[in-house]
Structures are given as structure tokens and as C-alpha cells.
């Protein structure tokens, strides 16, 4: 009996840290209109906690159809691709941020 209440009790908390992980950990999807048109031209997907699975989708000719898909880590491999861009989302006007790889960065000192 004993064994049985903390067996179910370990699966009650193995199950509610997975869902309380997964929430923290997902892509979080930005859009941008760089030229201000107010299509999306630049889509920015980054992983949580890792730079080495974040990318962008760039409208670099200003169609409506993405036509680079570019890693953000190194090595910085660009593929084509053919994608329509979204419509009605959520989009920052400007440029999008510069984004580093906080190894390479070097330390400040302390004052």
C-alpha cells in the first residue's frame, strides 16, 4: 500500500516537471518588417538556453516569399528555400537585433 501512494506520487511530480520544463523551453518566433511595408520580411526562430538550433527565414528581395533559411551558429549555412511569408502576425517594425554566441564575447571587468 505504502509503495503504491509514493509511486503515485513520484509520477505526480515527474509529470508536472516535464510540463513545467517544456513550457520554458520552447521556440520563441519573432517577425520583422525591416523596410516598413508592413510585410514580414525577417522571421527569427530561437530555441531557448542553445544558439546552435536558432535560425532566420530572410525576405531579401522584398516578395512576400522567404528565399534564405540561415543557421545562427557556426559554420552559418544559408539555404534556399521557396516559403510565403506569414500574414497577420504579430511584427516589429526595424531591424532585427544583433545576435552573438556569448562564448566569443570577451569578459568585462569588474569595477
Not at 538550433?53 to 531579401?60: E, M, N, Q, R, T
Not at 566569443?104 to 569595477?111: D, E, R
Request: proline fraction near 7%; aromatic fraction near 10%; charged fraction near 25%.
Amino acid at each position: 500500500m505504502r509503495l503504491s501512494i509514493f509511486t503515485a506520487a513520484v509520477l505526480v511530480l515527474a509529470i508536472g516537471s516535464i510540463a513545467h520544463s517544456s513550457a520554458e523551453e520552447r521556440d520563441v518566433v519573432t517577425y520583422y518588417d525591416r523596410n516598413g511595408d508592413g510585410v514580414v520580411d525577417y522571421e527569427l526562430h530561437r530555441v531557448r538556453n542553445t544558439v546552435y538550433l536558432s535560425y532566420v527565414l530572410i525576405d531579401s528581395k522584398c516578395t512576400g516569399r522567404y528565399d534564405q533559411k540561415m543557421k545562427l551558429a557556426y559554420p552559418f549555412n544559408s539555404d534556399r528555400v521557396d516559403i510565403p511569408v506569414p500574414r497577420h502576425v504579430k511584427l516589429i517594425r526595424g531591424m532585427p537585433p544583433v545576435i552573438t554566441d556569448q562564448r566569443f564575447n570577451a569578459p568585462t571587468p569588474a569595477p
